[in-house]
T-cell receptor, first 112, second 109 residues
């Protein structure tokens, strides 16, 4: 069974640009969540998707958006990048009957 | 507001026992989880408590008291590989998880 894979692993963008991060869920998982983790902090919940619908959202502005595809893979899109968006972005997947989330290794985004 | 409090750092000796506490204040509560994260790595699920009491999984145990909005992670027979950050996380709804800021556990030989 494969785990959660994220791409790219590292990314450098300029302020004002847009970025798309990708995530492939673990086999058998139909729920995917995205988190932002600043250095030395805990992951901050961005949003969650279940069966291609957003079913939970944290305190992030609308310029953070996402998609979940029929194969349960997912994208996180961030528009109008700001310097404070620099962080590790983590994707996590789970199944409906399992409270444990499997995390990917993350995408390290640097905004300059 | 919603908040989780846990110590920022804990130091322990190899072979000993350590307890990491977590208190929470959230608008909803479904359960409490613990995750381990090594430097540069992904968070790894350790445990989940929905009901009061102690859950044991090998060297790790997790406890929850819903009436006290409190839980802890207990690590026994500490090994050097247990050096990592540990996060408590509250499921405030069926689709939203709030993480604490993490406890950095350092283990001395």
């Amino acid at each position: 069974e494969t785990g959660v894979t994220q791409s790219p692993t590292h990314l450098i963008k300029t302020r004002g640009q847009q970025v798309t991060l990708r995530c492939s869920s673990q086999s058998g998982h139909n729920t995917v969540s995205w988190y932002q983790q600043a250095l030395g902090q805990g992951p901050q919940f961005i949003f969650q998707y279940y069966r291609e619908e957003e079913n939970g959202r944290g305190n992030f502005p609308p310029r953070f958006s996402g998609l979940q595809f029929p194969n349960y893979s997912s994208e996180l899109n961030v528009n109008a990048l700001e310097l404070d968006d620099s962080a590790l972005y983590l994707c996590a997947s789970s199944s409906a009957d399992n409270y444990g989330y499997t995390f990917g290794s993350g995408t390290r985004l640097t905004v300059v | 507001g919603q908040s989780l409090e846990q110590p920022s750092e804990v130091t322990a000796v190899e072979g000993a026992i350590v307890q990491i506490n977590c208190t929470y204040q959230t608008s909803g509560f479904y359960g409490l989880s613990w995750y381990q994260q090594h430097d540069g790595g992904a968070p790894t699920f350790l445990s989940y408590n929905a009901l009061d009491g102690l859950e044991e999984t090998g060297r790790f145990s997790s406890f929850l008291s819903r009436s006290d909005s409190y839980g802890y992670l207990l690590l026994q027979e500490l090994q050097m590989k247990d050096s990592a950050s540990y996060f408590c996380a509250v499921y405030s709804s069926a689709s939203k998880i709030i993480f604490g800021s993490g406890t950095r556990l350092s283990i001395r030989p």
